[in-house]
Nanobody, 125 residues
Framework: QVQLLESGGGLVQAGGSLRLSCTAS????????MAWFHQIPGKEREFVAG????????SYSDSMKGRATIARDNTKSTVTLQMNSLKPEDTAVYYCAAKTGSVFISRAPDGYNYWGQGTQVTVSS
């Protein structure tokens, strides 16, 4: 079992930045691929960024590529998502997710075994 706790959401103006953090507990952190998803009410959960267990491979959605950086610290069991140049359409609940297996970064929500409770990100225009 893996427990995930997100923090760092909030309200920011368009063009601003936010850094989301996710702390994991309960299992060997480095053996899990980690990812961030977001969800707008009434829509499906969408992949934002992912990182392999060792942290050597990353993947980003087309909408976030160039504006976001995902990173992990396996000694602290944390994964972060730095988002810059935020846009109103980035407004959503952001979820941290963990997947057993350290290599493949899935972009599908059902590829992930564990989820945090979510943190709201609101970007005002």
């Amino acid at each position: 079992q893996v427990q995930l706790l997100e923090s760092g959401g909030g309200l920011v103006q368009a063009g601003g930045s936010l850094r989301l953090s996710c702390t994991a507990s309960g299992s060997t952190f480095s053996s899990h691929t980690m990812a961030w998803f977001h969800q707008i009410p009434g829509k499906e959960r969408e992949f934002v960024a992912g990182i392999s267990g060792p942290g050597t491979t990353t993947s980003y959605s087309d909408s976030m590529k160039g504006r976001a950086t995902i990173a992990r610290d396996n000694t602290k069991s944390t994964v972060t998502l730095q988002m810059n140049s935020l846009k109103p359409e980035d407004t959503a609940v952001y979820y941290c997710a963990a997947k057993t297996g350290s290599v493949f970064i899935s972009r599908a929500p059902d590829g992930y075994n564990y989820w945090g409770q979510g943190t709201q990100v609101t970007v005002s225009s």
